[in-house]
Nanobody, 121 residues
Framework: QVRLVQTGGGLVQTGGSLRLSCAAS????????MAWFRRSPGKEREYVAA????????WYADAVKGRFTISRDNAQNTVELQMNSLKLEDSAVYYC??????????????WGQGTQVTVSS
């Protein structure tokens, strides 16, 4: 079992920045590929970014490419999502997730509790 606890998020104006963090405990963090997803009201869950278990490969959705950066620290068992130049459409509940076998796409087995990001005009 991997426990994921998220921090960060909140309210920001358009063009602003936020950082989301996800701290893992339980199994060996460096064995897991990590990702961030988001869900807005009335929309399906959206895949935002992913990072391989070693951290040497990343993937981004077109909607966030160039604005968001995913990173991880395997010594600290954390993964972060730095979000810059935020847009109204980035407002959502964001979730971190862990997968032992799949990167960047596939089944993610463990999920954080979710954190709200609200971008206002």
């Amino acid at each position: 079992q991997v426990r994921l606890v998220q921090t960060g998020g909140g309210l920001v104006q358009t063009g602003g920045s936020l950082r989301l963090s996800c701290a893992a405990s339980g199994r060996t963090f460096s064995n897991y590929h990590m990702a961030w997803f988001r869900r807005s009201p009335g929309k399906e869950r959206e895949y935002v970014a992913a990072i391989s278990s070693s951290g040497d490969s990343t993937w981004y959705a077109d909607a966030v490419k160039g604005r968001f950066t995913i990173s991880r620290d395997n010594a600290q068992n954390t993964v972060e999502l730095q979000m810059n130049s935020l847009k109204l459409e980035d407002s959502a509940v964001y979730y971190c997730a862990a997968s032992e076998n799949y990167y960047p796409f596939g089944q993610y087995d463990f999920w954080g509790q979710g954190t709200q990001v609200t971008v206002s005009s």
